[in-house]
């Protein structure tokens, strides 16, 4: 069965840097391009991040490009997403989902980690 | 960036009606390469993360119940749900994948009547 468990989320003030992890189970993670996908309160979905399966290609979402780092460790089957100079907007549930080999459909998704960002 | 719009916004239904929700892409989504639509939907229940039920406009994923239908080729598409059931009321989105930063639509909210 797959899994994709989340978790580092929180309260955290404007400014400020958070680290969320996401550990993959069920599936050979070493072989699937991985994504984070969030989600502001009350509001639609929006993508924000691909690393392949190999970290060889990494794309980002102009809201976060520059401030936010996605990366993973296929030998502890964990992707993670590094956010700096967090602002208000930055507030959402954050999902780790799983690529497809043909194409950047989500197939599995986390069950997400919040994050707020507030003085 | 690749604009989706889908409506209506939200729609309101009584259990085993039949109900269709459109999404619209601001470029074609179709790959001449393969003649595939880079388009999926998803499905959110209150409270739950998003569900896969379509991808390349039309394939079901593994364990979506038949009712479900996608259809729809280059720049329009439609997710049918046919005998609407109360275990269906959720939000659905549309999302392309034919290109980076992948979009999605805004949702479609589906409630009972």
């Known amino acids: 069965e797959v899994q994709l468990v989340e978790s580092g989320g929180g309260l955290v003030k404007p400014g400020s840097s958070l680290k969320l992890s996401c550990v993959a189970s069920g599936f050979t993670f070493s072989s699937y391009g991985m994504h984070w996908i969030r989600q502001a309160p009350k509001k639609g979905l929006e993508w924000i991040a691909l690393i392949y399966y190999d970290s060889s290609n990494k794309y980002y979402a102009d809201s976060v490009k520059g401030r936010f780092t996605i990366s993973r460790d296929n030998s502890k089957n964990t992707l993670y997403l590094e956010m700096n100079s967090l602002r208000s907007e930055d507030t959402a549930m954050y999902y780790c989902?799983?690529?497809?080999?043909?194409?950047?459909?989500?197939?599995?998704w986390g069950q997400g980690v919040m994050v707020t960002v507030s003085s | 960036d690749i604009v989706m719009t889908q409506s209506p916004s939200s729609l309101a239904v009584s259990a085993g009606e039949t109900v269709t929700i459109n999404c619209k892409s601001s470029?074609?989504?179709?790959?001449?390469?393969?003649?595939?639509?880079?388009l999926a939907w998803y499905q959110q229940k209150p409270g739950q993360s998003p569900k896969l039920l379509i991808y390349w406009a039309s394939t079901r994923q593994s364990g979506v119940p038949d009712r479900f239908i996608g259809s729809g080729s280059g720049t329009d598409f439609t997710l049918t749900i046919s005998s609407v059931q109360a275990e269906d009321l959720a939000i659905y989105y549309c999302?392309?994948?034919?290109?980076?930063?992948?979009?999605f639509g805004a949702g479609t909210k589906l409630e009972l009547k």
């Open positions: 989902a799983k690529g497809c080999y043909s194409g950047d459909y989500f197939d599995y």
């Open positions: 999302q392309q994948y034919y290109d980076t930063p992948y979009t």
């Open positions: 470029q074609s989504l179709l790959y001449s390469g393969n003649q595939k639509n880079y």
